[in-house]
């Protein structure tokens, strides 16, 4: 079984993704971005890409001084070793924050609002999210 958690990186997706991060820098970035719009323009947000937005939000907030110290450990050298390349992507910030929006706004475009409505934690998860937006906004 893998990870699941309501924590930003404690599940196997958003795992997955920021080690894509660590080693491709930007461009997994930039390709999860495209993804994404993709994605919401369909009008559905499946799972694995949900979960590495979530990590992609984290790792920006990190980028922009806003890191969640509990992830410090996990964050720290990705996004010190890639920072000034993400940073260069067109709107990173707005782009992650709107991707946070679509990914927890309702059960019918959102694979992750689904799982975690039906897993019962849908407030929890929502909390950890909403937490993540303000200090990425807010950065």
Known sequence: ???????????????????????????AASELLDAASEAIA?????????????????????????????????????????KDALLDIDNIQARASEALEAVTSDVESSELYDLWHEAEE????VAQITALRTRLDAA
């Open 122 to 125: 849908l407030d929890q998860w």
């Open 1 to 27: 079984m893998g990870a699941w958690g309501v924590g930003s990186l404690d599940n196997d997706s958003s795992l997955d993704w920021l080690a894509d991060f660590s080693e491709f820098g930007a461009s």
């Open 42 to 82: 369909n009008g559905y947000v499946e799972g694995d890409i949900g979960s590495g937005l979530v990590a992609l939000a984290e790792v920006v907030a990190a980028a922009l001084g806003a890191m969640d110290e509990d992830l410090s450990d996990q964050l720290a050298e990705p996004v010190e070793n890639h």
